[in-house]
């Protein structure tokens, strides 16, 4: 039986793919290339020993998910597939609606047909909204201030109905924050098309000279030095979460909602110099104005995670920098 990744050779999901092979599943990944290289499939194979079935695939077309499902024996999905910047939902919304809510309604509906009732999804923490207090709860109000984050609430939503309406569905949101880093071989990472969206990246960025300074959006924030606080996971950590999902939801049933994250806030400026310090690399940065949107912090409680999954985030900050400058490195010295 195997484990069907839509999506699965983005960011997250190639490095979840990894930690599912370890673990000794059988992974099959579905993607149609839009954010992401077909060249993944081979790093994880160099990583790992094994080689993922890889099929390229827009999973919004039943007809190609109906075709992995009828030559593959699929235990579970987890749902990677969908735009994520919420930016570009800003201006480009109807892209976004029908991208995320098409991809997740045709494998759900598939799944249903074919009696596979286990469903993981990559949700976000921006499901909590503007108005909630830090850290954030899974119990809390949900809200959206952006397209993007309205896609995920809306899929949560749906994942509730269908447990609702079919009991033998489990369904389990994974609400990420901040995914940070690498896997520490350096072959696989995150690879942003354009401008990068998150700090990381940006940073990784201006480190190796593709762009000339950072820009601090905000410095006037209620936080101890005026610039926002995120929580912030290493990658790696974050695809484990999905291997102790993928072990809960064996033997449970109906909807549930697990932040992921480590329960504690680093600002912008924190992450600037902690990667100067552990890399050894000067980070020009301008402030900016604030943005639309962005609130002053953002972070987990993680304490559902750690009682319902047994899972808690391992890494800590140094690793999470000096994992995603070994990546940048590589990647930009292969290219």
């Known amino acids: 039986m195997a484990v069907l990744l839509t999506g699965g050779t ?5 490095h979840t793919a ?11 990944i579905a993607d149609d290339l839009s954010n992401s290289e077909e060249s993944v499939v081979d790093r994880i194979r160099m990583i790992t020993g094994t080689a993922p079935v890889f099929y390229r695939a827009d999973v919004k077309d039943r007809s190609k998910l109906e075709k992995i499902f009828a030559e593959n024996d699929i235990e579970a999905v987890i749902h990677f597939a969908g735009f994520k910047a919420v930016g570009e939902s800003v201006s480009e919304p109807l892209m976004y609606y029908r991208n995320n809510l098409d991809s997740a309604l045709s494998v759900l509906e598939t799944m249903k047909e074919r009696g596979c009732t286990r469903f993981i999804f990559s949700s976000s923490a921006t499901v909590y909204g503007m108005h909630n207090q830090v850290p954030f709860r899974e119990d809390m109000p949900r809200s959206s201030t952006n397209p993007y984050g309205s896609t995920k609430l809306m899929i949560e939503m749906i994942m509730e109905d269908l447990c609702t309406a079919d009991p033998s569905f489990c369904c389990v949101a994974l609400r990420y924050f901040n995914p940070v880093g690498a896997h520490p071989s350096g072959l696989i990472g995150e690879k942003p098309s354009g401008v990068p969206n998150n700090l990381t990246p940006y940073i990784q960025q201006v480190a190796s000279g593709i762009r000339e300074k950072l820009y601090v959006f905000g410095d006037d924030y209620d936080t101890p030095d005026g610039t926002g606080v995120r929580d912030y996971i290493h990658v790696t950590d974050l695809a484990a979460g999905h291997l102790a999902a993928m072990k809960y939801s064996s033997d449970s049933r109906g909807f549930t909602a697990v932040n992921l994250g480590t329960g504690r806030g680093y600002s912008v400026l924190e992450m600037v110099r902690a990667f100067e310090k552990v890399n050894g690399v000067k980070i020009p940065y301008e402030i900016s104005p604030r943005r639309p949107g962005d609130i002053a912090s953002c972070y987990a409680d993680v304490t559902k995670a750690r009682e319902l999954f047994g899972w808690e985030a391992g890494k800590g900050l140094e690793d999470m920098l000096r994992d995603a400058w070994n990546w940048e490195r590589n990647r930009t010295a292969s290219e």
């Open 18 to 28: 990894v930690e599912l092979i370890n673990a000794g599943y059988g992974v099959v």
């Open 10 to 14: 983005g960011y997250i999901g190639s």
